[in-house]
């Protein structure tokens, strides 16, 4: 250490003042820290016990070094300026180590501090603030929400050591990396606080479910089990009937033990006292028995003693409910019933109390993920339990028989016999029906009262609870059963993540991005919900979960990611190339055109062009080009522009920078089937071109609308023989459009205008998502080098010469039917490793999709093809 160039670690040196001081004058090395083992706990063992168990002091005495190093310590922990840490020396080394790096690591993570961790809120004790009258736009304040870790509201430990999700309490919440973990009591509190990194889990692994239904008699709670465990395939575990079996079995090891105790006892004894044979206590000679005496096998043997006392046997109870329900029990649903101690009169209340399912399932942390309990009305119930006809039939029969009995008694001048029990001999118009009514009432009323002490002890311990009414019958109550079961069984992948999300608005989503304390998810602005989805500005809240956020773009896919984000998030990321709205709006006069793209743009955030607008932006450009100055000359002769300059102006406005990041609909353009080729020839095809489609009588109709309402700056709208003579020009134009749009790129998408402007716009947006939809779900297949349709790709006729060496054929058909079949049809292609395979059916089509190379392994045959005129001519020869 004369020139150390790393950092070191002294193991027992220095050990006082006087060695520190001459390793810092002989060698100039100061300590940064100095680590002291020592006893810290309260009720930990002396020092020299703990060396002694370990096996130090057989060959010189402890005592003495002992006394001296621990004066030599004190006097090196008096040493000014040296930091001196103490570590615990009667825990184990993994505690000791934990302690160790606490001391040296100054970003070691632990539980922060109470009093400079973040407050928890507490949304139970919340209330809403009064509305200000004087500001009534100000938004309503929300309920306050935990930032849970990755075990939601559950204990970590009891997670991580047992094996079953035990709700965390109130009073042993901690802070743990800005969340927050809740303990189920202080024992785990203080394991956690000790070392919270062995019990935090990135992905904490979900034990089995286990739902617990219980209710009073009639209720159902049996068959509401069964059914349960019918439909999820688990089984169903009688809770009672196995914690007492599990009670008898540990009461007999008590017993067993107490008697081989007493037994090895009584040999340790001595013989004899006094010169006298000294026998074990409780035990005489055996007396001589007379020959008439009764058989002591016959007699029952006295009840053995547990010698345990409430203490003792309340844990015994709390062990055996272990036994019951550990990481050993898999998934099941657990019939609660439990009342087989509200008989017995002899059990006192503590004892009761013990035995309550509520305090075995809290103390052995064994809480169910979700109980529901079922209630029902004292008619339905008792209706469903007794068969109250045979009832009263039985009981008058067995009256008639006593006093058939009681007259031939009478008869015979005899005493009459005595009444059997339960039989009511006097007279009365109260039947028997009634009377176990009312005992059945009673016996209900009792389990009732079980069930409200059980249901405040589980709503302290933040125990999932529901109560369920079964007076609908079977059916219905399983059916609202399942709905509150499902996001503990059928959503369970999602029981944790729940709980840990929550919903940020844009503007502080933006705010967070922008600093970086969170990061966009792998599905970029993209929602999580639906695949290849395309991202349309909305003002639906982002939802973060573990430092990412989400952008759900609706507040249906919102509730749905809510509910079951495991469900989503396992979905493939988007498309890697950013696709944005293409669209093409023409019609006839007054169909609506201009309110559709201007609507359309508005909602998808494209940018709205129309033939003025790119005529009147191509001129107001400050640098002058030739372009313009064709339209200017062409503007100012009076003539009507060209449609090879307005198609060259609307490419110059298609490829400016808000078009180019945001999309572009088109107002109105291409009307003719000659625009639609210059487009196209300069490589641009909307992706949809809505026509919107309105009879005569409607556009005549709409222009009387706007004569008669004499809207300004509509006058060339009001005009009926104008309009007129643009739809003979529309009705004349527009089949060629139709022709040549739905021919090569089947993009035309009809769409009725004399219909509402809702229906209209939905209508629109629905066939633009789905255009979109169609291309990201292309981009996406593509990248990962998977088979994908070409249908709605609007692809140009040589694009789709690329064809494979399969040609027209379809492989499907040849792998599937040994026939060689051409295909044409545009809207069957599959793309697979940049090749275009055409397919037969779209049977076939998604077949090749899911699975292109199980059918490219046919070999391919000597396929057709047209003879040249050499080859003709020989074929002809030969034929000759």
Request: proline share 8%; net charge negative; aromatic share 8%.
């Amino acid at each position: 250490l004369k020139k150390p160039s790393k950092g070191y670690v002294l193991q027992g040196f220095p050990e006082s003042a006087e060695q520190l001081e001459a390793m810092k004058l002989k060698m100039g090395l100061v300590p940064d820290q100095v680590l002291l083992l020592k006893v810290l706990g309260e009720e930990a063992p002396e020092t020299l016990e703990i060396l002694q168990k370990e096996g130090l002091g057989a060959s010189q005495p402890l005592q003495p070094l002992l006394e001296t190093q621990l004066t030599s310590f004190e006097g090196l922990t008096a040493v000014e300026g040296l930091k001196v840490s103490e570590v615990a020396l009667e825990v184990t080394e993994d505690e000791q180590f934990v302690q160790i790096r606490k001391h040296i690591d100054p970003f070691y993570q632990v539980v922060e501090a109470e009093a400079i961790a973040a407050e928890i809120p507490d949304p139970e004790e919340w209330t809403p603030p009064e509305e200000d009258p004087d500001d009534p736009a100000a938004e309503p304040e929300e309920r306050p929400i935990i930032q849970w870790g990755t075990c939601g509201p559950y204990c970590p430990v009891t997670l991580k050591a047992q094996r079953w999700l035990y709700p965390g309490q109130k009073d042993f919440q901690h802070v743990y990396r800005n969340v927050v973990f809740a303990l189920g009591n202080e024992r785990a509190s203080e394991a956690f606080v000790k070392e919270p990194a062995a019990y935090v889990q990135t992905e904490p692994a979900l034990p089995p479910p286990r739902i617990l239904v219980t209710g009073p008699t009639g209720s159902g709670v049996a068959r509401q089990c069964e059914m349960l465990g019918e439909v999820y395939k688990i089984p169903v575990l009688k809770l009672e009937e196995v914690w007492r079996s599990k009670v008898e079995k540990r009461l007999m090891q008590v017993k067993e033990a107490r008697k081989a105790a007493q037994k090895k006892e009584a040999l340790e004894q001595s013989m004899l006292e006094d010169d006298k044979p000294l026998f074990p206590e409780g035990w005489m000679p055996p007396e001589e028995v007379p020959e008439d005496a009764e058989d002591p096998a016959d007699q029952a043997p006295p009840e053995e003693e547990d010698g345990l006392d409430d203490e003792q046997r309340e844990e015994l109870f709390v062990m055996a409910m272990k036994d019951s329900l550990g990481p050993h029990c898999g998934a099941c649903i657990l019939d609660g019933t439990w009342f087989g101690d509200l008989k017995d009169e002899e059990m006192s209340e503590e004892m009761k109390t013990a035995r309550s399912l509520q305090n075995l399932l809290v103390k052995a942390q064994r809480l169910p993920d979700f109980t529901v309990v079922l209630k029902c009305k004292n008619d339905f119930a008792a209706k469903k339990t007794f068969d109250f006809e045979s009832i009263d039939r039985d009981y008058e029969a067995r009256l008639a028989e006593y006093k058939a009995q009681v007259a031939a008694a009478e008869a015979k001048e005899e005493e009459p016999p005595e009444a059997p029990e339960g039989l009511v001999t006097d007279e009365t118009e109260e039947k028997e029906s009634d009377r176990v009514k009312a005992r059945f009432i009673e016996s209900k009323s009792a389990q009732q009262q079980v069930l409200k002490d059980m249901m405040e002890v589980f709503q302290t311990s933040r125990a999932p609870l529901q109560k369920v009414s079964s007076d609908r019958g079977d059916g219905p109550t399983h059916k609202a059963i399942r709905s509150h079961c499902r996001p503990y069984l059928e959503q369970r992948g999602s029981l944790l993540l729940r709980h840990q999300l929550r919903k940020v608005s844009n503007l502080k989503a933006d705010d967070q991005l922008r600093r970086g304390l969170i990061c966009v998810s792998g599905f970029g602005h993209c929602s999580p919900t639906v695949l290849d989805a395309p991202n349309f500005p909305n003002q639906t809240p982002g939802v973060q979960l573990g430092g990412r956020i989400y952008f759900p773009q609706s507040e249906t896919q919102l509730a749905q990611f809510l509910e079951d984000p495991a469900r989503f998030l396992g979905n493939p990321g988007p498309s890697p190339v950013q696709v944005c709205p293409a669209i093409s709006v023409v019609g006839g006069p007054l169909s609506g055109k201009t309110s559709l793209a201007k609507e359309l743009a508005q909602r998808t955030g494209a940018v709205y062009i129309s033939v003025p607008e790119a005529l009147s932006t191509l001129m107001s450009e400050a640098v002058p080009c030739q372009l313009s100055k064709d339209i200017r000359a062409a503007l100012q002769s009076g003539q009507r522009v060209p449609d090879p300059l307005v198609i060259q102006a609307i490419r110059f406005r298609l490829l400016s920078p808000d078009a180019l990041r945001s999309g572009w609909v088109l107002d109105d353009f291409p009307c003719t089937k000659a625009q639609a080729e210059g487009l196209t020839a300069l490589g641009i095809v909307p992706h949809r071109v809505f026509m919107l489609l309105a009879p005569e009588a409607v556009i005549y109709a709409r222009a009387a609308e706007l004569k008669s309402a004499a809207v300004e700056g509509q006058e060339l709208q009001q005009e009926l023989a104008l309009q007129r003579e643009r739809l003979q020009g529309f009705s004349v134009q527009s089949p060629a459009l139709r022709v040549f749009y739905a021919t090569i790129f089947e993009n035309v998408r009809d769409i009725d205008a004399s219909r509402s402007k809702w229906a209209i716009f939905d209508r629109a947006m629905e066939e633009t998502t789905e255009s979109l939809r169609e291309r990201l779900k292309y981009y996406r297949r593509t990248a990962m080098s998977l088979a994908t349709r070409v249908k709605g790709m609007c692809f140009t006729s040589a694009r789709l010469e690329t064809v494979s060496a399969w040609k027209h054929y379809c492989p499907v058909t040849l792998s599937l039917q040994n026939e060689l079949v051409c295909c044409y049809d545009r809207s069957m292609a599959v793309e697979y490793n940049s090749k275009v395979y055409w397919m037969a059916s779209e049977q076939y089509a998604e077949l090749f999709t899911e699975d292109p190379e199980a059918f490219l392994q046919v070999p391919l045959p000597q396929l057709p093809r047209l003879l040249d005129d050499g080859e003709r001519a020989r074929k002809a020869e030969a034929r000759a």
